[in-house]
């Protein structure tokens, strides 16, 4: 017989030893032994996921049909070796984008012993900093084993529209002759910014016309006009 060794990294499973074995013979048998290529080894498959080494010996038994005996040729060693896939995880992903969240950093980790990352979009650090929502992937791999595994996390958005709104306005009239403008909104502005260069959430006006004032909110902003005829 002729025989391969299996040198992968853990995976759910189980795989047949007859799998790496090609036989001279399709009539005849194989025969397994331990390491020590005496005693016999009953097993018939191996646990893909069971990390560790097994040193066998196979060998086939075919019938020799002058003798009318069981002919056993030499036996050939089988090793099977399981690398340990790491594990991985990802941290930092129960953040939102908001408004004044404009970055997650999500952090992977794992067990392996001489990790390297590979994120999407090209980071290759442990951590990544995110701006824009979307699936990020990343794949660890443990170069002490060449084994590597990969997680993703989704990013959300929650961005809610910023709205605003000018209330206090009316004519500019003989009897009214100033009024004050008061911007509304849905969140408490971090800025406001007039038309004629007013900072604060009020304007006051003496003369008719159209009035625009835009609110910031983080990165978030929202504009307004009204006119005061």
């Known amino acids: 017989v002729t025989a391969v060794n299996y040198n992968e990294c853990a995976v759910a499973g189980t795989k047949t030893l007859a799998s790496l074995v090609t036989a001279k013979d399709p009539t005849g048998t194989l025969k397994w032994y331990e390491a020590d290529g005496i005693t016999e080894y009953t097993a018939t498959s191996f646990n893909t996921e069971n990390v560790g ?7 086939q038994v075919v019938y020799d049909v002058v003798s009318g005996l069981d002919c056993e040729g030499p036996t050939v060693p089988v090793t099977i070796t399981v690398k ?18 404009t970055a997650v950093v999500l952090t992977a980790t794992s067990n392996a012993t001489t990790p390297t990352y590979a994120w999407t979009g090209g980071g290759t650090a442990s951590t990544n900093t995110i701006t824009n929502s979307g699936t990020y992937l990343v794949t660890i791999t443990d170069t002490a084993n060449g084994c590597a595994v990969t997680a993703s996390t989704t990013i959300d958005e929650n961005k809610e529209a910023l709205t605003v709104g000018i209330t206090g306005s009316s004519p500019i009239t003989c009897s009214t002759t100033a009024l004050t403008l ?3 909104s849905n969140y408490t502005p971090d800025t406001y910014s007039w038309s004629g260069g ?15 004032v835009t609110v910031s909110y983080g990165v978030c902003t929202a504009s307004a006009t009204v006119n005061a005829a």
Not at 198 to 212: E, L, P
């Open 53 to 59: 080494t097994l040193n066998l010996n196979v060998s």
């Open 84 to 101: 340990a896939t790491p594990t991985i995880a990802i941290s930092g992903d129960n953040v939102d984008l908001t408004c004044k969240n």
């Open 182 to 184: 008061a911007a509304t």
């Open 198 to 212: 007013t900072t604060t959430q009020t304007k006051g006006i003496t003369t008719g016309g159209d009035y625009n």
